[in-house]
């Protein structure tokens, strides 16, 4: 048989369970047979360079877009027709001939805290070793606790457990969203707040990646969640106007909540010291057009309070 999508995805453990999700309601949109899909709509791995290189921060190899370039390229090419991406690792302009066509129903997109240490962040002993590889997570943990050891950790989430199982670290922080679809969160042991852990621009969303001809198609229309597509633009249009990259500490989260959509954006140095916020809400029946300006508008006043402060490495 002849596919008739095929999904292009990273080999992660965490990939490839986002990709299966997908591939199932992408088959349950177009009416595949269950025992079909997998012929149907296969999966069709891709090693990023994102992936081969472990041992160094991404703002030190090119930042984000390594876990989506090869993978567009595929797109770009035709070898595959549809990628999935987490939103997250998805730089804000996309290339030329490309788009996002849909943006399923977002998962928890709070920061996980996971220590044998310790049953809180804020309980965390005095000079406590954190890991994580995110300058984002870093400054929001030292503007909370300047105390704190952080120290980069990357590999997938098996790594990272192991290596706190370990004893390498005194606590680490992943995505509750991660954790979640991968059945893993008895291992959470504090879901951080968000207004004290903004998460990263599109933090818990999928992005469903398409040629640019291709957003219409009837499976798209079907998997879109329009309130998570509303967010995540009010999101994006901040992460634009910062210049949001693995160089910068910058968290954005928009959500509905009583007719409205609240929208709050941030940067911060890269010691913690320093914390620029803003906040803003439209109708929630704002277009995404007006929630991407709003997100835009807020990241310039953002940016424009930082001045000439140091707040790249």
């Known amino acids: 048989m002849t596919p008739l999508l095929r999904i292009g995805t990273r080999r992660s453990k965490l990939a490839l369970a986002q990709s299966g999700m997908m591939q199932r309601a992408i ?35 090119g930042g984000k877009s390594l876990f989506t370039k090869e993978i567009e390229e595929a797109l770009l090419d035709g070898r595959v027709d ?57 400054a ?38 991660g954790l979640n679809r991968l059945g893993f969160d008895e291992v959470i042991t504090e879901r951080l707040a968000l207004d004290a852990f903004l998460p990263a621009p599109g933090q818990g969303a999928l992005a469903l990646q398409t040629r640019a001809e291709d957003t219409d198609s009837a499976w798209a229309i079907a998997l879109n969640h329009a309130p998570t597509a509303l967010a995540v633009a009010a999101e994006r249009g901040a992460m634009l106007a910062l210049e949001g990259s693995c160089r910068t500490a910058i968290g954005a989260y928009a959500h509905i909540q009583q007719d409205r959509l609240f929208v709050a954006t941030e940067m911060l140095s890269p010691d913690g010291r320093s914390r620029w916020t803003r906040s803003e809400s439209l109708p929630a029946s704002a277009t995404e057009a007006e929630a991407r300006a ?18 790249a490495v």
């Open 27 to 61: 088959g349950r949109a177009l009416g595949v047979p269950e025992n079909e899909v997998e012929t149907l709509i296969p999966l069709v791995e891709i090693v990023t360079t994102g992936d081969r290189i472990q041992d160094r921060r991404l703002l030190e190899v």
């Open 82 to 138: 549809l990628a999935v991406h987490s939103m997250k690792d998805v730089p804000a302009e996309q290339p030329a001939g490309l788009a996002i066509a849909a943006i399923p129903e977002r998962e928890d997109p709070r920061d996980a805290f996971i220590s044998h240490k310790s049953k809180t962040f804020l309980g965390l002993p005095q000079g406590a070793k954190v890991g994580t590889a995110s300058l984002r997570r870093q």
């Open 140 to 177: 929001q943990l030292l503007s909370a606790r300047p105390d704190l050891q952080i120290e980069m950790l990357r590999g997938n989430v098996d790594t990272r457990l192991r290596r706190l199982n370990e004893g390498d670290f005194d606590a680490i922080l992943l995505a509750c969203s």
């Open 294 to 311: 709003l997100g835009l508008d807020l990241g310039h006043q953002v940016k424009t309070a930082v001045g000439d402060q140091q707040v």
